[in-house]
C-alpha cells in the first residue's frame, strides 16, 4: 500500500533533536525549512 502523500516531500517540523521518521526529512526549525527552500529555488533557477 502506498504512502497517503506518495510521490509529495515530507518534511517533519519537531524540537526533539532525536526524533526520525522513515521516508521523511526532519527539520528543527521555521528557519531551517526556509533555508532549504530557497536553496532548492535558487538552484532550480541556474
Known amino acids: 500500500m502506498e504512502s497517503p502523500l506518495a ?4 518534511i517533519i517540523l519537531t ?3 532525536n526524533y ?3 521516508g521523511c526529512e ?3 526549525s521555521k528557519e531551517e525549512i526556509l533555508n532549504r527552500f530557497l536553496d532548492q529555488e535558487n538552484y532550480s533557477k541556474k
Do not use: I, T
Not at 7 to 10: M, Q
Open 7 to 10: 510521490g509529495r516531500e515530507k
Open 20 to 22: 526520525s521518521a522513515k
Open 26 to 28: 526532519v527539520v528543527h
Open 15 to 17: 524540537r526533539d533533536e
